[in-house]
């Protein structure tokens, strides 16, 4: 599915063209989400945009015996005061042709939470065009329509990616945990899906290790490699070692730090720390350790 398809929804949502109310107009800020144009004659009454944020979609009726999937990344909801003259039924099924156009997936259903008909569709983007900053190429798109009081409707839209790890240990806090503990995890080193090239925001955490190893002069490190359970566990098992590699070589290059103190192992995704049935989960079993030796 192209980025640019889903722009073109707005055109195939329907030819009704309807002006917007006389008098009414959107919550100041608020605006389409470029993916997704609104039903003609609807009016932003509520929208939220945040960079990551986890949202659950209700499993559709006799798909799975369980509640919800859930789905984390870029997030965007919209609520909607629909023109006086569209029902649910007619807008709902609108989005849902608009998006079958487009050859998503569709499921729907009526429980839970949710008032009144819903229905959500997810697919993928076509390999670098539109996928954002370690986004997976998957969409979900969310649409539930209430009838009651006024039909309002709402959109919700989930561009799947990994959170950018924005917060990082300093060296004292890591010197302190290996004291501790004999060991500390580093979230803040980040790779390139299913590579072991380090991405450029791992710098100040690299910094952060390289300053560990200065100033405890005597110290000697393992670095050790873990990943999630996706892919093959051979495969998992070379990628973590590489990756621990990677990160030796750097300290070694560009830190100067003696070859001789690090050690380099990779345990693949034998040694989780969460379970891999969630996308948070899995984020918090990638992870490279740093081992006193």
Sequence with gaps: MRLAGMVAIAAALCAVGMAARAGETDIEGAKDHPMVQRFPGSVITEAVVRDFEEFQFPVADGEADVKAKRVEGRFTWIRYKLPPSASCTQVTRNYERAFHDRELRTHKGEKGNYSGDYQWHDGKWVSGEGVPKGGKGEVYLFYACNGSGGDTGSLVVVESQEMEQKVALDSSSMQAEIEKTGHVALHG???????????????????????????????????????????????????????????????VANAKIAAGRLDTKGFGDSKPVAANDSDDGRAKNRRVELVKI
């Design 189 to 251: 080193l980040n790779f390139e899906t299913g590579k072991a090239s380090i991405t450029p925001d791992s710098a100040t955490t690299l910094q952060q290790i390289a300053d560990l190893l200065t100033r405890n002069g005597g110290w000697k490190l393992r670095i050790e490699g873990h990943t999630d359970d996706v892919g093959k566990a051979g495969d998992n098992l070379v990628l973590s070692r590489k990756r621990a590699e990677a990160v030796r070589d750097w300290l």
